[in-house]
C-alpha cells in the first residue's frame, strides 16, 4: 500500500464512509485523483478527492470556491469531510451526466444546457464578488505566451526569448486597452466536460459544476468563451452566436466592448491552451492532449482576423507552426 493509500484509508475512517466500495474515477489534466464511494447498505454515493500537497495541490481554493456558489444556490458539490493538511476531501457525488456525454445522447437537449449554463454565468454577474487574485493583462499575456515557450518550441525544438518578450507586451497593451470594466468570478475551466446536468433541480441550479478551483477575478466574457469556444467539443456557431446574444440582452452590458474582449480572450484562452496541450504532451507523457490541438487552433486563428488584434496578428501567423499532422507527431514523440 502506498503512503497516499495509507492516509486515504485513515481519512476515510473518519468519516461514515471508511468501509464503503471504492473505485477509480476519472481525472483530469491535474495531478488530483478521484475515487466514487458507495455504502453497502443503502447504495448512497459520494467522492473523495486526493491532491496531494506535495504535488502542488491544495484543496482550500475548491473548498472556497464550492462553499460561495453554493451560496449562490448554484449546484457546487457540498463538502462532506475535509484534511486540508493531508489533500482529501469527501464531496458529494453529481453524478456522471457530464455536458459532454448528456448532448450526444440527446441532441434536442444542447441548446437547453447551453442556456442554462449561460444563465449560470449570468447569475454570477449578477453577484457580490468573493476575494479572489486577479486574472489580470499581464498574467494573462505571461499566459497566452505558452503557445510560444511550449507549443512553438516543441515542434521547432529551439526558443526565441526576444520574439516572447515582443509577443507578451504587444499582447498585454491589447489586454488593457479591450478587457476592462466590471470583475466577476471567472472559473476558467467553464465547459463542457466540467458542467453536470441535474434535470430534477431547477433553474440554474440543473448545472453541475466541476474544476473551478483555479478561479479569480477577471472579464466576464471570459468563462463563457471557455463554454462557447470549447476545446473538447464542437459547439454549433450558432448557438455561440446565440448565448453570447442572450449574455448581453439578460445583463445589458455593452454590446460592442463585450463582443470585442469575447474575441480577444478568446484568442488569449486557446494560445494558453495550445501551451498547455504541448506542455502535457512534452512534460507529462500525455500525447492524446495533442489531438485537441487542431480545434483550440481554429478557434485561435479565427480571433485573429479581428481589428483589435492587429498588433499581434502577423507575429502569430508567422511565429506558430501549423498543427499539420507532422508537426503534431513532433509534440508527441519528444
Same mark, same amino acid.
Given at each position: 500500500?502506498?503512503?497516499?493509500?495509507?492516509?486515504?484509508?485513515?481519512?476515510?475512517?473518519?468519516?461514515?464512509?471508511?468501509?464503503?466500495?471504492?473505485?477509480?474515477?476519472?481525472?483530469?489534466?491535474?495531478?488530483?485523483?478521484?475515487?466514487?464511494?458507495?455504502?453497502?447498505?443503502?447504495?448512497?454515493?459520494?467522492?473523495?478527492?486526493?491532491?496531494?500537497?506535495?504535488?502542488?495541490?491544495?484543496?482550500?481554493?475548491?473548498?472556497?470556491i464550492a462553499n460561495y456558489l453554493q451560496g449562490q444556490?448554484?449546484?457546487?458539490?457540498?463538502?462532506?469531510?475535509?484534511?486540508?493538511?493531508?489533500?482529501?476531501?469527501?464531496?458529494?457525488? @453529481?453524478? !456522471?451526466?457530464?455536458? =459532454? #456525454?448528456?448532448?450526444?445522447? $440527446?441532441?434536442? +437537449?444542447?441548446?437547453? %444546457?447551453?442556456? &442554462?449554463?449561460?444563465?449560470?454565468?449570468?447569475?454570477?454577474?449578477?453577484?457580490?464578488?468573493?476575494?479572489?487574485?486577479?486574472?489580470?493583462?499581464?498574467?494573462?499575456?505571461?499566459?497566452?505566451?505558452?503557445?510560444?515557450?511550449?507549443?512553438?518550441?516543441?515542434?521547432?525544438?529551439?526558443?526565441?526569448?526576444?520574439?516572447?518578450?515582443?509577443?507578451?507586451?504587444?499582447?498585454?497593451?491589447?489586454?488593457?486597452?479591450?478587457?476592462?470594466?466590471?470583475?466577476?468570478?471567472?472559473?476558467?475551466?467553464?465547459?463542457?466536460?466540467?458542467?453536470?446536468?441535474?434535470?430534477?433541480?431547477?433553474?440554474?441550479?440543473?448545472?453541475? @459544476?466541476? !474544476?473551478?478551483?483555479? =478561479? #479569480?477575478?477577471?472579464?466576464? $466574457?471570459?468563462? +463563457?468563451?471557455?463554454? %462557447?469556444?470549447? &476545446?473538447?467539443?464542437?459547439?454549433?456557431?450558432?448557438?455561440?452566436?446565440?448565448?453570447?446574444?442572450?449574455?448581453?440582452?439578460?445583463?445589458?452590458?455593452?454590446?460592442?466592448?463585450?463582443?470585442?474582449?469575447?474575441?480577444?480572450?478568446?484568442?488569449?484562452?486557446?494560445?494558453?491552451?495550445?501551451?498547455?496541450?504541448?506542455?502535457?504532451?512534452?512534460?507529462?507523457?500525455?500525447?492524446?492532449?495533442?489531438?485537441?490541438?487542431?480545434r483550440v487552433w481554429a478557434h485561435m486563428i479565427r480571433?485573429?482576423?479581428?481589428?483589435?488584434?492587429?498588433?499581434?496578428?502577423?507575429?502569430?501567423?508567422?511565429?506558430?507552426?501549423?498543427?499539420?499532422?507532422?508537426?503534431?507527431?513532433?509534440?508527441?514523440?519528444?
Amino acid at each position: 500500500m502506498t503512503d497516499r493509500a495509507a492516509l486515504a484509508d485513515a481519512f476515510l475512517a473518519t468519516t461514515a464512509w471508511g468501509q464503503a466500495d471504492r473505485a477509480l474515477l476519472a481525472g483530469d489534466a491535474s495531478n488530483r485523483r478521484y475515487e466514487r464511494l458507495t455504502d453497502r447498505d443503502t447504495g448512497k454515493t459520494a467522492v473523495l478527492m486526493d491532491a496531494a500537497p506535495e504535488k502542488g495541490e491544495d484543496v482550500r481554493p475548491f473548498v472556497k470556491i464550492a462553499n460561495y456558489l453554493q451560496g449562490q444556490n448554484l449546484s457546487a458539490p457540498g463538502i462532506l469531510a475535509q484534511d486540508s493538511e493531508a489533500g482529501f476531501l469527501l464531496i458529494e457525488d @453529481l453524478g !456522471d451526466d457530464l455536458f =459532454a #456525454r448528456v448532448i450526444p445522447a $440527446a441532441p434536442e +437537449l444542447e441548446t437547453t %444546457l447551453y442556456e &442554462a449554463a449561460t444563465d449560470v454565468l449570468v447569475q454570477l454577474f449578477n453577484a457580490d464578488m468573493p476575494d479572489l487574485d486577479p486574472y489580470g493583462p499581464r498574467l494573462m499575456a505571461e499566459m497566452a505566451g505558452l503557445s510560444l515557450r511550449k507549443y512553438r518550441t516543441g515542434i521547432l525544438g529551439s526558443d526565441d526569448p526576444d520574439l516572447q518578450a515582443r509577443f507578451e507586451n504587444a499582447f498585454e497593451d491589447i489586454l488593457r486597452g479591450t478587457v476592462k470594466g466590471k470583475l466577476v468570478i471567472v472559473q476558467r475551466d467553464y465547459h463542457a466536460e466540467n458542467l453536470l446536468w441535474l434535470p430534477d433541480r431547477d433553474g440554474t441550479a440543473r448545472v453541475g @459544476l466541476l !474544476d473551478f478551483q483555479d =478561479a #479569480r477575478s477577471g472579464h466576464p $466574457a471570459y468563462d +463563457l468563451v471557455s463554454l %462557447l469556444q470549447d &476545446a473538447r467539443r464542437d459547439v454549433p456557431a450558432g448557438i455561440e452566436k446565440q448565448m453570447i446574444t442572450r449574455f448581453i440582452d439578460q445583463t445589458a452590458v455593452e454590446p460592442s466592448g463585450f463582443r470585442t474582449a469575447y474575441t480577444v480572450l478568446g484568442v488569449q484562452r486557446n494560445l494558453r491552451i495550445l501551451g498547455v496541450f504541448a506542455r502535457l504532451s512534452l512534460e507529462y507523457g500525455k500525447p492524446h492532449y495533442v489531438d485537441l490541438i487542431p480545434r483550440v487552433w481554429a478557434h485561435m486563428i479565427r480571433g485573429l482576423d479581428h481589428p483589435a488584434l492587429a498588433p499581434v496578428a502577423d507575429m502569430l501567423r508567422e511565429a506558430l507552426p501549423l498543427p499539420t499532422p507532422n508537426n503534431l507527431d513532433r509534440l508527441r514523440s519528444r
